[in-house]
């Protein structure tokens, strides 16, 4: 059992995670972290790693939470190091997913191979965290490869984020144009967007037509009308009108990913 670092309230402790899983719903949970890792990093770290060893599986994503946070805004090869040898320990698909998320705000580039061999795990929450991370950690052929296999899931958010990551990729690799031409077509209109979008920043030959025929919907999105806009500028002004910025587009899901760990964490111990 992790001893009290400090008497203050807001200080990772035994007493402030006896307050965190009281808190009421997972956004005010992860204000907890948040303000405890930008007030208190040392502590966070300290109480953060004592975590990631403890018995109740939810304390253990706990603990990746933290880390992962704190290395989001204070970069360390210690953390990294750290979360990328658990991922190779873990088995309870619980804190594993929470260990992945954790990987992609470390930037953990060295446990890349370990993310994307999680891609047929049978949980669709690791699943979706693979999905999610793999972008940040750097995307080699190995990771390319895995979200191609993912664009393809059964659950329609994890296909959601592969598609995603693939479209935002520099890859123009044959396998990720067949992935993105293949989720043109999904069902979900957002991973079809993706997916349009995708094709556009490639002048694909199937992106016009395909932004063509999605314009004829009632529920065309906003990424559709990009793709349009960026099939029907010149080269030279496309340098010049990019997408909003990829690292804040993943850093603004943070909070989502943490609501669906923290959903995973209250079902289990």
Sequence with gaps: MPQPLSPNVGVPSPGWEKAYWAAPGDDARFNLESRAVLDHPEDSQRY??????????????????LLGQLASVKPSAQIV?????????????VPLSSLVVACGHARAASGRRQIADLVRHPDSKVRFAVAWALPLVGLDRHGIR??????????????????????????????TIGALRARSADRDRDTR??????????RDVTASPLVELELLRDDVGELVQRAQKELQSSPQSRGARKRTDFRSSIQGTRGASTRIAGSRRNAGV
């Design 48 to 65: 953060g790693t004592s975590l990631l060893t403890a018995r109740a599986a939810r304390r253990r994503a706990l603990g990746a939470d």
């Design 81 to 93: 190091d750290l979360l990328v040898s658990r991922l190779e320990q873990e088995r309870n698909p």
């Design 146 to 175: 895995a979200l191609v296999a993912l664009s393809c899931d059964r659950e329609r958010q994890v296909r959601d984020w592969a598609t995603f990551g693939l479209a935002e990729s520099s890859s123009r690799a044959r396998i």
């Design 193 to 202: 967007a993706e997916a349009i979008w995708g094709l556009a920043r490639r």
